[in-house]
């Protein structure tokens, strides 16, 4: 067999970050990925995705203060500009079902900056958005757009540079430890030796982790953006129109003009539920109709819809993310970005690479075990409002 100090499963963003953290670390990686690379399977293609220190607890505040450092590093590894920033609204209409608390709360313990403003100084000032009465929001300057397939890309590029094997559509069926690694089982019966191996295999990866014990209760659902075209794109071109999230029961959220003049937006948690294998992958008209409507109200000129995609959401019961060695078979690491992710991608491979490795990494994952109640109590009653 050939044999690898590290092999990992699945090469969407999480995947593609610790091939390349662990291969310019100096270690022998190989990456197997069941599609080809850049697929339109998982969640990790399309273009931007939202960069933010706004968040709910302080301790995911720290991890955005590691995401834009370790965006910073890929950047100046590869050659080009990953993060655009636009400043970001939260919007709290009256009786949100988010709390602004935990928001500001969070930001004020880690000495983040950001305005809480009203609806009638957001309208003011962006004159693009109409906001129901009694609306309020938070503004943080630094909130940014990062490319979604071209950073993936160029982190997968830069392994390659750094000696790591990449192979696409190979299938692993099942992953067997050893008393110093674990043998990887691929479609076709070839096995592969490796030391470590993480698993980031997003929307697949229960049916390789729990026949070693641990107990994975996700939930995948299949998700839709949508591409609206102004009339006029230059009132939401990057710096006159921010990134936003609606801070309610049903959420949305949406950018402002990037690489085309479309606007793109979606309901954060609003598809069906479905498996890896067994989606759609086709326009939702009620999706459609419902996220029309909300950008008709409140985004009056963002124009008609002219195309949307799909993706998939793997959520954890607590929206919490994985970052854990399987207990019993610590060989064996999960990374799980739990649907919000890929704003963290550059650092999720170092940590994954140092939980992998070192059985340790400086950040604070405490909340991110696989051993945690939301994974481990069956009576754990699912939330996915964050």
């Given at each position: 067999m050939?044999t690898?100090?590290?092999?990992?499963?699945?090469?969407?963003?999480?995947g593609?970050s610790?091939?390349?953290?662990?291969s310019?670390?100096?270690?022998s990686?190989?990456?197997l990925?069941q599609?080809?690379?850049?697929?339109?399977?998982?969640?990790s293609?399309?273009?931007?995705?939202?960069?933010?220190?706004?968040y709910?607890?302080?301790e995911y505040v720290?991890?955005?203060?590691?995401?834009?450092?370790?965006w910073?590093v890929?950047e100046?590894?590869?050659?080009?500009?990953?993060?655009?920033?636009t400043?970001?609204?939260d919007?709290?209409p009256?009786?949100?079902a988010?709390?602004?608390?935990?928001?500001t709360?969070?930001m004020?313990?880690?000495?983040?900056?950001?305005e809480?403003i009203?609806?009638?100084?957001?309208?003011?000032?962006?004159?693009?958005?109409?906001?129901?009465e009694?609306t309020s929001?938070?503004?943080?300057?630094?909130?940014a757009?990062?490319?979604a397939?071209?950073?993936?890309?160029?982190?997968q590029?830069?392994a390659?540079?750094?000696g790591?094997?990449?192979?696409d559509r190979?299938?692993?069926?099942?992953l067997?430890p050893?008393s110093?690694g674990v043998?990887?089982?691929?479609a076709?019966g070839?096995?592969v030796?490796?030391?470590?191996v993480?698993?980031?295999?997003d929307?697949w990866?229960?049916?390789?982790?729990?026949?070693?014990?641990?107990?994975?209760?996700?939930t995948?659902?299949?998700?839709q953006v949508?591409?609206?075209?102004?009339?006029?794109p230059?009132?939401?071109?990057?710096g006159?129109?921010?990134?936003?999230?609606?801070?309610?029961?049903?959420?949305?959220?949406?950018?402002?003009?990037y690489?085309?003049?479309t606007?793109?937006?979606a309901?954060?948690?609003?598809?069906?539920?479905?498996?890896?294998?067994e989606?759609?992958?086709?326009t939702?008209p009620?999706?459609?109709?419902r996220l029309?409507s909300?950008m008709?109200?409140?985004?009056?000129?963002?124009g008609?819809?002219?195309r949307?995609k799909?993706?998939?959401?793997?959520l954890t019961?607590?929206?919490d993310?994985?970052?854990s060695?399987?207990?019993?078979a610590?060989?064996?690491?999960?990374?799980l970005?739990?649907a919000?992710g890929?704003?963290f991608?550059?650092?999720?491979?170092?940590l994954?690479t140092d939980?992998?490795?070192?059985?340790r990494?400086?950040?604070d994952?405490?909340?991110f075990?696989?051993?945690r109640?939301a994974?481990?109590?069956?009576?754990?009653?699912?939330h996915?409002?964050v």
């Amino acid at each position: 067999m050939a044999t690898y100090d590290l092999v990992v499963v699945g090469l969407g963003a999480l995947g593609s970050s610790t091939v390349w953290h662990a291969s310019r670390r100096g270690l022998s990686v190989l990456g197997l990925e069941q599609f080809e690379l850049g697929h339109d399977r998982g969640a990790s293609h399309d273009t931007s995705r939202i960069l933010r220190h706004s968040y709910h607890t302080p301790e995911y505040v720290d991890l955005t203060f590691a995401a834009y450092d370790d965006w910073a590093v890929l950047e100046d590894a590869a050659g080009e500009q990953f993060v655009t920033i636009t400043g970001g609204l939260d919007l709290f209409p009256t009786g949100a079902a988010i709390p602004m608390d935990d928001y500001t709360s969070s930001m004020d313990a880690r000495s983040v900056p950001y305005e809480v403003i009203t609806g009638e100084d957001v309208v003011a000032r962006w004159p693009q958005i109409a906001l129901p009465e009694g609306t309020s929001a938070l503004y943080q300057e630094r909130t940014a757009i990062v490319p979604a397939a071209r950073g993936t890309a160029a982190m997968q590029r830069l392994a390659v540079a750094h000696g790591a094997v990449l192979r696409d559509r190979t299938p692993v069926v099942a992953l067997e430890p050893t008393s110093d690694g674990v043998d990887v089982v691929l479609a076709g019966g070839e096995r592969v030796s490796a030391a470590r191996v993480v698993v980031s295999a997003d929307a697949w990866t229960s049916r390789l982790v729990e026949p070693l014990g641990a107990r994975l209760p996700l939930t995948v659902t299949e998700e839709q953006v949508t591409y609206f075209q102004p009339a006029d794109p230059e009132p939401f071109r990057p710096g006159r129109f921010p990134v936003w999230i609606w801070m309610d029961e049903p959420s949305y959220y949406g950018f402002p003009t990037y690489g085309e003049d479309t606007v793109k937006s979606a309901q954060d948690c609003g598809g069906p539920e479905v498996t890896g294998d067994e989606r759609s992958g086709e326009t939702d008209p009620e999706m459609l109709e419902r996220l029309s409507s909300f950008m008709a109200a409140t985004f009056p000129s963002s124009g008609p819809a002219v195309r949307s995609k799909r993706c998939l959401y793997t959520l954890t019961p607590d929206r919490d993310f994985v970052v854990s060695a399987v207990p019993g078979a610590e060989q064996v690491v999960v990374g799980l970005g739990a649907a919000h992710g890929y704003k963290f991608a550059a650092t999720f491979g170092r940590l994954l690479t140092d939980v992998a490795v070192d059985g340790r990494t400086d950040a604070d994952i405490s909340a991110f075990g696989l051993d945690r109640p939301a994974l481990t109590d069956p009576a754990y009653e699912p939330h996915w409002m964050v």
